[in-house]
């Protein structure tokens, strides 16, 4: 197949089994060449098991993954040559430095030993490790070590990175010095396609993302086009123990939300909210709705009615962002 | 990637390896002289000088085993247990590159006490300088065929269980169950045309004829030939058949 400039990851109608478990009911979507892509789901929802199967690790039950022009099942060494990943629980516990642990990686896909030495102290440094260079990988602390995985991945040449779950366990600055890095990659044309559960990371950082419930596309667009998908603009946070006399108005959703009271909505109905919050005397935070409450409206039907999670639903609802084959 | 390429890059990873190995556990350069000690300490006491040359000859094959065994584990617990297996495969990293660059690295700090028991070998045997090279082919021979069954093996076991089971295996047939540290007439005369259905039997047999330690029957040597060609073949087939990919 000829590889299309501006696609870098097609997939159709791709579907997964584990025996009698199903955890991808037809995803189809594209990744576009030089866009950080997120894929969005609840914990078990597959994102894990489609960046397995993208990146050659896992097959398919059926569908298709095309990287770069290169069917990933029919010819997966060459989509293996155009990619790396950081896979989402390796464990980086060995004696040896964090030098070498990266060399080798480097070395292993083909890397010369002078270009993986030089290569490796440039991903460290891009990590924000470079320090720890010579220490024992088993001295590192846990979220250092899974920063040695994401040097592994940004000093390989890969025109396509695969990051699951890529900020797990780093501390706040750490996590906006690897999106600051992974901005930096995307400018350079690098195609990234990360998983996370963190919205506001996503929200800042991806060009478009994608959530996976029911084991497919529930809905894919710019995070803008999700939240507006869901028809959510405003959201009014209340103490929950003073908003009991504050009822939602007919197309505000009302979430209990740790000690507060979530309610979102349209900015008029919301708006209305605070008045009557307010009149009531009670403190009240009100913010533009941002991505996880369209995620948590997306992927909660499940949860609220307890229905087994077996992929029954359709991609239906072609809207501003919302299911379809997530083309275009 | 054409042979001399994928040749180049299994050095190159071996290197790196064994030398950060031998950097961070030295001690771990002590485990291949040991072993053998071990059973040569047994066997001595038992039999005294007897068989001194038989147990030398039988420490140098010890170290193309103990590497091509040890990667089984290697490999099964980057799998099971690091899950670096993942980060390799979704890389332009080979199969056989992954595979081979770590026998070797293994095989390569086993050197140092193949080196000391070859040296010794040569020295009660009388052998000849020139079996060297011979030697160190028949052993690479060994490495490859065993590497290749562990990796093969390993890319097939999901628990911790399978691979102390499956290494026990490994270690018993290749190690134990094939004439290495005696010879083979010293196996009741049905069984020793079956001793070569195990893979360390053929090299083993050739590197002590190579030492002039025994003169095998013609069969011997032709059996010895053709379990090697089998190994060959069944090694190459095994790297194919590896599930790098899984289902
Ligand atoms: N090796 C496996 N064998 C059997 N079932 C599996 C296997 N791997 C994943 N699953 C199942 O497939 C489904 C999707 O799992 P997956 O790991 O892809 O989810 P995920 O979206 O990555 O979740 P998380 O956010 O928790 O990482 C789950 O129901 C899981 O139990
Ligand atoms: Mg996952």
Redesign the pocket.
Known sequence: MKPSTTIALSAQSVFKS??G?E?LHGVSFDVRKGEIFSLL??????????IRIATGQLLPTSGTVIVSGHDVVSNADSVRELISLVP?DARVIKSSSALEFVQLYLALCGHSLADSRRRAFEGLNAVGIGSFAGVACNRLSGGNRHKLLLACAISSNAPILFLD?PTVGLDAQSRRELWKTLAGLRRKGRTIVL?T?YMDEAEVLSDRVAV?HNGVVAAIGSPQQIIAGTGFELRLDVDASAAAGLRAPKGVERFEFGQKIRFVGAVREVEALAKRAVSMHLPISVARANLEDAFVKLTGETAATGEKPTGTASEKGAGDGRGGNGRG | MDAADRLKRITRVAWLDATSIAKTNPLFLLGPFLIPLSLLLVMFLYTGDRNLAFLLAGAVVFQAINAGTIVFSDFSAQKIYFKLQDLYCASPARPSVYAYSKGLSRFLTNVPAALAYLALALYYSHAPLYVVPVIIVLLVFLLVVLTSLSFFASTLVSGETDVFMIGNIFTFTAFLLSPVYYPITALPAFAQPYAFLFPATGPALLTQWAFGLLAPAAWMVQLALLSMACYAVVAYAALRAARWREN
Do not use: P
């Open positions: 584990y025996g478990n955890a789901g609840k914990n078990g929802a597959g994102k894990t098991t489609f989402q779950e998983t559960h996976i």
